[in-house]
Structure formats: structure tokens, C-alpha cells
């Protein structure tokens, strides 16, 4: 089975700095996808990025990037001017494709970010 | 709206008594999945559907069931549920992962079991 993790159960960062999350996954196969998904106190998973394996440009959206390293099999995200808004569980995922077009989504144990005012 | 369905939000019930919860997007999406979350184990997934008729396990698929009969609808069934249920189910729809580009997934906002 794939494995994600997320070695940091939580962090804090001070409003508007920077913070980086981490996160390493085991494969071994060559197409694959990521993601960074977010879940506040509401409950709701909401996608923050995404990338492409065989894609070798870090992904951006807005305040929200990725340090992808294939080789090293990490996925950090950087969020940049952290907002109150931020507050939230953090779950990296993984979509590997396992034959016949069918595909299988694991996601890491959840980073627990605190933004303080 | 864009949405995924999931009902009921909260159920309390008892061991033994079977329960289905219900799932619907009208994104016409291909791929929809049903994944439990539990506290220090982050989200795993129970089953998950290629398309209509097309289904797989997941990570932990013991103790349900899942059904794709229609594109819309995905219900995960509990034949007999058990105290080691008890969480928290979200499901989830997305366009084919093969289709380049990758797509997201929607989630549902969760359903909160409780087995007692």
C-alpha cells in the first residue's frame, strides 16, 4: 500500500509569516498526482493545490505553493502571509493509478496549523 | 450549485442494525469514493468507483458495502454495524483521474456516526 506522511501533528506561525508543511510519500510508481486539502473547524474538505508528477514546475495559487522534489519524494506546502482564515487541519493526499484506470487516493495523518494573531 | 450530498449529517444508533448513508453529486462525476476520518489516523478510504457497476476496495473496506447502480448516487451500507465505526464519513466525487488534467475532488460535509 502507498504511504503518505506528515511527520508534524501541529504548528503555529505568527500572522502574515511564513510557514512550511511537510510531507513525504512512498511509491514506487511514475504518474502519480498530489494534493494539499484543508479542513477547518467546519468540517468541509477544500483542495488548496494540486500537481502533476511528471509536471517538473512547483504548483502556485496565490498565497499557497509547493516544493515538489520527485526524487525525494516530498511535497511541502508554503504558505505565504498567513492569514487568521488559515486555521485549519491540513491533509496531504496521493492519487496513484493501481491498473485498469482505476485509481486510489491515501492521504497523510493531517497537520494541525494554528495562525496567531 | 456544484455539490456533493451526503445524509444523514448525524446518526446515534445501535450495533447490529443495519444503516445505509446516502450519497449524491450532480456533477455528473465519474469517480466517487467514501472515506473515514478518525482522530490521529487522518483519512482513509473505505471503497471507491470507477464509473456505474465499477467499484473497488479501498484501505479499509471491511464491515461495508458500497453500490453504483446510478452515476449520481453512492451509498456506503453497514450491514452490521459495530462500535469500531463509530467516525466520521465523508464522500467524494471527482472527473475520471485519468482524464488529463488530474481533478480534484468534491467533498460532502461529513456524516458523524456514533455505534453504540
Known amino acids: 500500500a502507498q504511504t503518505v506522511t506528515q511527520s508534524q501533528p501541529e504548528m503555529s506561525v505568527q500572522e502574515a509569516e511564513t510557514v512550511t508543511l511537510s510531507c513525504t510519500y512512498d511509491?514506487?510508481?511514475?504518474?502519480?498526482?498530489l494534493f494539499w486539502y484543508k479542513q477547518p473547524p467546519s468540517r468541509q474538505m477544500i483542495l488548496v493545490i494540486r500537481?502533476?508528477?511528471?509536471?517538473?514546475q512547483n504548483a502556485t495559487e496565490n498565497r499557497f505553493s509547493v516544493n515538489f522534489q520527485k526524487a525525494a519524494k516530498s511535497f511541502s506546502l508554503k504558505i505565504s502571509d498567513s492569514q487568521l482564515g488559515d486555521t485549519a487541519m491540513y491533509f496531504c493526499?496521493?492519487?496513484?493509478?493501481?491498473?485498469?484506470?482505476?485509481?486510489?487516493?491515501?492521504f497523510g495523518k493531517g497537520t494541525k496549523l494554528s495562525v496567531i494573531p | 450549485e456544484a455539490q456533493v450530498t451526503q445524509n444523514p449529517r448525524y446518526l446515534i444508533t445501535v450495533t447490529g442494525k443495519k444503516l445505509t448513508v446516502t450519497c449524491s453529486q450532480n456533477?455528473?462525476?465519474?469517480?466517487m469514493s467514501w472515506y473515514r476520518q478518525d482522530p490521529g489516523l487522518g483519512l482513509r478510504q473505505i471503497y471507491y468507483?470507477?464509473?456505474?457497476?465499477?467499484?473497488d476496495k479501498g484501505d479499509v473496506p471491511e464491515g461495508y458495502k458500497v453500490s453504483r447502480k446510478e452515476k449520481r448516487n453512492f451509498p456506503l451500507i453497514l450491514e452490521s454495524p459495530s462500535p469500531n465505526q463509530t467516525s466520521l464519513y465523508f464522500c467524494?466525487?471527482?472527473?475520471?483521474?485519468?482524464?488529463?488534467?488530474?481533478?480534484?475532488?468534491?467533498f460532502g460535509d461529513g456524516t458523524r456516526l456514533s455505534i453504540l
Open positions: 467524494a466525487s471527482s472527473l475520471s483521474p485519468a482524464r488529463p488534467p488530474n481533478q480534484p475532488q468534491h
Open positions: 500537481q502533476e508528477a511528471y509536471k517538473q
Open positions: 456533477m455528473n462525476h465519474e469517480y
Open positions: 511509491t514506487s510508481e511514475n504518474n502519480y498526482y
Open positions: 493526499a496521493f492519487m496513484n493509478p493501481r491498473g485498469a484506470g482505476s485509481y486510489q487516493l491515501t
Open positions: 468507483s470507477m464509473n456505474v457497476e465499477v467499484t
